[in-house]
């Protein structure tokens, strides 16, 4: 479904005569400062509770039903997918890549000045980062969800909502990339992940906090982010490309790292220990596969901090030597989408290598 809402209407009431009520809104308002496109995909934020558990239920318009759209700001929405981000496949990643270069493609009246697309949490942290791999424009993206259902009291999803919007069609944001708003932050795609599974404020950038921070009157950007330069946009091959993540802990062996191969991996994310260590046998299998073409990245298991390769005996400068290319401050499933993207656009392994340690 798509559709249009005016400016600063307070979106309180559903169903067919809401769709009326909305329409008669947006012929009566003055030229609007900004028009904001919202995306939706699915998520807690589009769920309620069904027989088998939480299920993406709500489209686009019932999402905006509670939302108070920001004074002179024109929403218009489309209703992408209704799924759990959880089963999202790489070439729902790549849909999502493609509306957004349709959407800012428009000219004249349908022009958009910036896209909040709403989203599961689960793996926002992946979509938010092809977006932003991929991102040429002035012009912001801003992913959101919330943490509660829409049929709960408490529900988080209209506040998020509101505030993306708000933060979509600020000035301040423009040059920002792709972002994430969620619980009054302003967080950056790049390095951003799920550290909480149920409180509110789901989401943290490795090495730092929020850019900047949105309430109900006003946006404030605190750090502009030094932007790579675009990566070229994912085709089809994204889609089936095989990238697997491989943790490491006491006694772990090589054969998950073989099986990946055999299952078709052209890339492994290595989690490995502390600030990115395995062992010796890892080691060994990361030489070998590297001399086979496969590309290994080495990331950490640990939820904050730099990959740094320091240690021998299988540690991280070995692994470095075996040929693995170090994450930095790339959470693991955002190294593997960085990966999967390179791989799919038909360069040889050392140019992936040399290209990934460019975006991290
Ligand atoms: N917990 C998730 C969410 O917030 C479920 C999902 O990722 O779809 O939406």
Same mark, same amino acid.
């Given at each position: 479904m798509t559709g249009t809402l005016g400016s600063g209407f307070p979106a309180v009431v559903g169903g067919a005569e809401a769709e009326e009520l909305r329409s008669s809104a947006t012929t009566e308002r003055r030229a609007p400062r900004a028009r904001v496109l919202v995306l939706t995909t699915g998520g807690t934020i589009s769920s309620r509770r069904a027989g088998a558990g939480l299920v993406a239920t709500d489209g686009a318009f019932d999402v905006l039903g509670e939302v108070q759209v920001p004074p002179d700001v024109e929403v218009e929405y489309v209703d992408l997918m209704r799924v759990g981000s959880y089963q999202m496949r790489l070439a729902d990643l790549r849909a999502l890549s493609d509306a957004v270069i349709e959407a800012f493609a428009r000219t004249g =009246?349908? +022009?958009? !000045?910036g896209i909040v697309i709403t989203h599961g949490t689960d793996t926002l942290e992946e979509s938010a980062i092809l977006l932003d791999l991929v991102h040429d424009d002035r012009r912001p993206v801003v992913l959101t969800g919330a943490q509660r259902p829409a049929d709960a009291a408490d529900t988080d999803g209209p506040r998020n909502l509101s505030h993306a919007i708000a933060v979509a069609a600020a000035p301040e944001a423009r040059g920002l990339g792709v972002a994430i708003c969620f619980a009054g932050e302003i967080l950056r795609a790049?390095?951003? =992940?799920?550290?909480?599974? /149920? !409180?509110? /404020? +789901?989401f943290d950038t490795l090495g730092s906090g929020a850019i900047g921070h949105v309430d109900d009157r006003r946006v404030r950007i605190h750090v502009r982010p030094v932007r790579s330069q675009p990566l070229a946009l994912p085709t089809e091959r994204f889609d089936h490309v095989r990238v697997d993540v491989v943790a490491m802990y006491p006694g772990a062996d090589d054969r998950l790292l073989r099986a990946a191969v055999d299952a078709g991996a052209r890339g492994i994310v290595i989690a490995g220990s502390g600030i990115g260590n395995a062992n010796p046998t890892i080691a060994a299998t990361v030489a070998e596969l590297t001399a086979a073409g496969v590309v290994v990245a080495l990331s950490t298991r640990v939820s904050d901090g730099p990959v740094i390769p320091l240690y021998g005996n299988g540690g991280g400068a070995d692994l470095v030597r075996a040929g693995a290319v170090v994450a930095e401050f790339l959470p693991a499933f955002q190294a593997r989408i960085l990966l999967a993207l390179l791989l799919s656009s038909g360069q040889p392994p050392d140019s992936v290598r040399s290209r990934f340690t460019d975006h991290v």
């Amino acid at each position: 479904m798509t559709g249009t809402l005016g400016s600063g209407f307070p979106a309180v009431v559903g169903g067919a005569e809401a769709e009326e009520l909305r329409s008669s809104a947006t012929t009566e308002r003055r030229a609007p400062r900004a028009r904001v496109l919202v995306l939706t995909t699915g998520g807690t934020i589009s769920s309620r509770r069904a027989g088998a558990g939480l299920v993406a239920t709500d489209g686009a318009f019932d999402v905006l039903g509670e939302v108070q759209v920001p004074p002179d700001v024109e929403v218009e929405y489309v209703d992408l997918m209704r799924v759990g981000s959880y089963q999202m496949r790489l070439a729902d990643l790549r849909a999502l890549s493609d509306a957004v270069i349709e959407a800012f493609a428009r000219t004249g =009246r349908q +022009a958009v !000045d910036g896209i909040v697309i709403t989203h599961g949490t689960d793996t926002l942290e992946e979509s938010a980062i092809l977006l932003d791999l991929v991102h040429d424009d002035r012009r912001p993206v801003v992913l959101t969800g919330a943490q509660r259902p829409a049929d709960a009291a408490d529900t988080d999803g209209p506040r998020n909502l509101s505030h993306a919007i708000a933060v979509a069609a600020a000035p301040e944001a423009r040059g920002l990339g792709v972002a994430i708003c969620f619980a009054g932050e302003i967080l950056r795609a790049k390095g951003t =992940r799920k550290v909480q599974t /149920s !409180d509110l /404020s +789901a989401f943290d950038t490795l090495g730092s906090g929020a850019i900047g921070h949105v309430d109900d009157r006003r946006v404030r950007i605190h750090v502009r982010p030094v932007r790579s330069q675009p990566l070229a946009l994912p085709t089809e091959r994204f889609d089936h490309v095989r990238v697997d993540v491989v943790a490491m802990y006491p006694g772990a062996d090589d054969r998950l790292l073989r099986a990946a191969v055999d299952a078709g991996a052209r890339g492994i994310v290595i989690a490995g220990s502390g600030i990115g260590n395995a062992n010796p046998t890892i080691a060994a299998t990361v030489a070998e596969l590297t001399a086979a073409g496969v590309v290994v990245a080495l990331s950490t298991r640990v939820s904050d901090g730099p990959v740094i390769p320091l240690y021998g005996n299988g540690g991280g400068a070995d692994l470095v030597r075996a040929g693995a290319v170090v994450a930095e401050f790339l959470p693991a499933f955002q190294a593997r989408i960085l990966l999967a993207l390179l791989l799919s656009s038909g360069q040889p392994p050392d140019s992936v290598r040399s290209r990934f340690t460019d975006h991290v």
